[in-house]
């Protein structure tokens, strides 16, 4: 349990995910300075997320989505861990 712990807590300070208008998002590792671009598009029902890179097609499930927040579930390819992620509104309201 410290490993997720303490992933979890590298995540938070390291990942900033940009999810565009346009359907274009941005993971930013922050330390590494290093960028995944691609596309993002939402399934009719809003139950599923997608992500397209060069790397190939991602389906996340979503299970919280709101104006604020996007909560998603997705399995580790590595470790076959069932993984949580929960994205909040950085900007809501600055503009």
Known sequence: ??????????????????????????????????????????????????TQTDLGLTKYKILKLTKTQLVYETKDPVSGMLMKMSCVNLTAGSK
């Open 1 to 50: 349990m410290a490993f997720i712990n303490t992933a979890t807590e590298q995540m938070k300070a390291n990942l900033n995910l940009t999810l565009e208008a346009d359907s274009t998002y941005t993971i930013m590792q922050l330390k590494e300075r290093t960028a995944v671009r691609g596309k993002w598009w939402l399934s009719a029902d809003k139950k599923s997320l997608f």
